[in-house]
């Protein structure tokens, strides 16, 4: 058919065929002056997407690493709230 889609429609179809996860990423693209060829917006969505891949394994482990460390924080605090006598001299299991 030879049909000749203009760059500036091509590249809003591609930013909007992205995912939701990239929604960000596509405003900012769109709150640019100029927007990109869709060859640059290409290479830049690669870019992303690298970025992503390489952020998303730190990210699980800190994660983890995180929950763990709330996760001994609050058994340490049960621990201590049930060995704590109550201004009548009880122990107090329940202060909440």
Known sequence: MEIEI??????ILLL??????YENFRIAIESRDELPSPETL???LIEEANARK???IPNIHD???ALHT???KF???R???SRQPDAGGKRNRNNN
């Open 42 to 44: 290409k290479i830049k």
């Open 70 to 72: 709330e996760k001994k």
């Open 63 to 65: 994660s983890q690493r």
């Open 79 to 81: 621990q201590t709230e």
């Open 54 to 56: 390489n952020n998303e």
């Open 6 to 11: 203009a760059n500036d429609l091509l590249t």
């Open 75 to 77: 058994e340490r605090y």
């Open 16 to 21: 909007y065929s992205i995912p939701e996860s």
